[in-house]
């Protein structure tokens, strides 16, 4: 049996594809990797939960720290963050949003004058948190003795809900 040469095997030359046609396929191809080169996902780590007492410290088992960044609408992020430290204070935020900024994660939480900002810096298979000097999230979803600056969790992958999904915070 032989095959006959198809025709469609021509290049086409570039005058005849619409320009339009070529910027909505670099469009297309810059938003998909912009969307995968973000490190979304889970990362945690298990620390001791300690109280102060007369004698010293007392800790009395584990807490997770957790740090969870999901894709959001427009390339944005959504932030969940718990974080325990001694004598149970925490440092709490919840569907947070955030915007990617080279290479980092802005966070903003609440609005108007109440807002803050922290930062996650991301290295190798670990999250980074600073707090912004101008206008500090510390004071505001941390307890005394919480804190943001320099706190490094490790990567841990997608989380999956009690429905065995995987991905975005709070999703229904």
């Keep these: 049996m032989s095959f006959a040469k198809a025709s469609w095997h021509r290049r086409i030359p570039a005058r005849r594809v619409p320009a339009w046609g070529l910027m909505l396929l670099a469009a297309t191809a810059l938003m998909a990797c912009e969307s995968s ?6 990362y945690s ?19 997770e720290n957790r740090l969870l960044i999901a894709p959001a609408a427009s390339g944005q992020a959504l932030v ?9 204070h925490s440092c709490t935020a919840e569907n947070a949003p955030g915007q990617w900024a080279e290479g980092h994660l802005v966070v903003t939480v609440d609005s108007g004058t109440d807002a803050c900002e922290f930062t996650i810096s991301f290295s190798g298979k670990e999250a980074t948190l600073a707090d912004d000097p101008d206008t500090p999230c510390r004071e505001r979803i941390c307890g005394a003795r919480g804190m943001l600056d320099g706190m490094v969790l490790p990567f841990k992958g ?12 709070n999703d229904a």
Excluded: Q
């Design 37 to 42: 080169s973000h490190p979304y996902g889970l």
């Design 45 to 63: 780590e298990k620390v001791p939960v300690c109280f102060s007492t007369s004698a010293g410290f007392e800790c009395e088992g584990e807490a």
């Design 80 to 88: 969940d963050l718990d974080m325990v430290f001694t004598n149970g």
């Design 158 to 169: 997608e989380p999956a809900d009690d429905k065995g999904r995987t991905g975005g915070v």
